[in-house]
């Protein structure tokens, strides 16, 4: 029975990679972050963690996703995860190709805007909640939360 379960998880998994390598082509950027969002649900279950190289994929399109949302941050993140796991398992990487990565992740980390100040009503009606609830659920995606 454990096997099954495991079984099916690892194929829900390549689905749903497969759904979001589909989801990025005809620009269906709600359905990739559903798509995210489930991905990120199968590898919480999972005992077993993802190849380094399909990890390294996905972080590579959570980037692109996060950048067509406009989210620098998360894409800066997103774009750092990939660089660590190519770096880490890609032992005959060029230089050249490991500064393409970095270079990516520099130019990413420095598009992040600063937070604009938020106004005395802001303030009042605590409108950021919202915006802290969605941060805190892209940073799960990423592991950055503990």
């Given at each position: 029975?454990?096997?099954?379960?495991?079984?099916?998880?690892?194929?829900?998994?390549?689905?749903?990679?497969?759904?979001?390598?589909?989801?990025?082509k005809?620009?269906?950027?709600?359905?990739?972050?559903?798509?995210?969002?489930?991905?990120?649900?199968?590898?919480?279950?999972?005992?077993?963690?993802?190849?380094?190289?399909?990890?390294a994929?996905?972080?590579?399109?959570?980037?692109?996703?996060?950048?067509?949302?406009?989210?620098?941050?998360?894409?800066a993140?997103?774009?750092?995860k990939?660089?660590?796991?190519v770096?880490?398992?890609?032992k005959?990487?060029?230089?050249?190709?490991?500064?393409m990565?970095?270079s990516?992740?520099?130019?990413?980390?420095?598009?992040?805007?600063?937070?604009?100040s938020?106004?005395?009503?802001e303030?009042y009606?605590?409108?950021?909640?919202?915006?802290?609830?969605?941060?805190?659920?892209?940073?799960?995606?990423?592991?950055l939360?503990?």
């Open positions: 029975k454990q096997w099954y379960q495991r079984r099916v998880a690892i194929t829900a998994g390549d689905t749903r990679l497969y759904q979001l390598d589909c989801a990025i005809i620009s269906l950027w709600q359905e990739a972050i559903k798509t995210i969002n489930d991905i990120h649900s199968l590898m919480q279950l999972s005992k077993k963690k993802p190849k380094p190289q399909a990890l994929n996905y972080y590579k399109k959570q980037a692109l996703v996060f950048s067509k949302a406009n989210n620098r941050l998360f894409e993140c997103a774009l750092m990939h660089y660590q796991l770096f880490d398992q890609k005959t990487a060029t230089i050249q190709e490991k500064q990565l970095a990516g992740v520099l130019m990413a980390t420095l598009a992040i805007p600063l937070p604009a938020m106004s005395e009503n303030k009606l605590d409108l950021q909640n919202s915006t802290k609830d969605k941060n805190m659920t892209l940073a799960s995606y990423l592991d939360q503990h």
